[in-house]
């Protein structure tokens, strides 16, 4: 996937937005510009049919738009962006892309565009509103957020969690333990919904034949993935397996 430099978002719209940055400030901006940090999250629209995935890189903000297709197919828009204080949104520099991707392969099977241009702001009800200035393919869409947990899968222990997708409101995560050599040994799906005022998840579901459980999913300080589960708290990892 290419990676758009925001570097030169910075060049080409310092002017009229906060203060440029040096090389060697590069990767602090949400330090340097907090009132950015309100943008940084996961939000959906359409039954999680569009997602927005917004997130801090090389000085600014990354902002990739997923669109699920039928079959094995999705498009995807992707933007550099700066806070614009004065208007109270994030604008982009003018590069964004706009491709199609197989999402078995993840090869582009379309690439329709370079140039593309956008805004992104609030409306009154908190819920993100994309200005697509090259093919208006927002209008109508208002998306709502669901926190920094999309397509994440960690391990706690020989237990293995993925917020894999989301639907009628709430996370779908399937739950695994895995064996030694990460075969897996039991699995089951959970439901958690998103808190957007604690910033959390809340997750229940059982092991066949087994009590109900619920878990709490939340960042850190340190803005580590943790584990809640009667009232103990485990730092997850990272995981790497694959099915």
């Not at 940090?37 to 090389?58: C, F, K, P, Q």
């Not at 066949?208 to 300080?221: I, K, N, V």
Request: hydrophobic share 35%; proline share 2%.
């Amino acid at each position: 996937m290419r990676k758009i430099w925001v570097l030169v978002c910075l060049l080409c719209l310092s002017l009229c937005f906060l203060p440029a940055y040096a090389e060697d400030d590069i990767g602090y901006y949400l330090d340097d510009c907090p009132q950015a940090a309100v943008y940084e999250s996961t939000w959906v629209a359409e039954n999680g049919l569009w997602r927005i995935e917004v997130y801090a890189e090389d000085g600014g903000l990354k902002l990739m738009i997923v669109h699920k297709l039928d079959g094995s197919q999705e498009d995807i828009w992707e933007y550099g962006a700066l806070l614009n204080a004065e208007e109270d949104a994030l604008v982009s520099a003018p590069f964004g892309l706009h491709y199609r991707q197989d999402t078995v392969t993840y090869d582009w099977t379309d690439t329709y565009y370079e140039d593309g241009e956008a805004t992104f702001s609030f409306n009154d009800e908190g819920l993100l509103l994309w200005n697509d200035q090259k093919e208006d393919a927002g209008k109508g869409l208002a998306f709502t957020k669901i926190g920094r947990f999309f397509g994440g899968r960690w391990m706690n222990g020989d237990r293995e969690v993925i917020f894999q997708d989301w639907q009628d409101g709430q996370y779908d995560m399937p739950l695994r333990q895995r064996g030694q050599d990460g075969e897996i040994l039991q699995s089951t799906i959970l439901k958690g919904v998103y808190d957007p005022a604690s910033d959390t998840v809340t997750a229940t579901g059982a092991w066949e034949g087994e009590t109900p459980m619920t878990l709490l999913f939340a960042y850190d300080e340190e803005n580590n993935l943790t584990w809640t589960e009667n009232g103990e708290s485990t730092t997850l990892e990272y995981s790497y397996f694959t099915d």
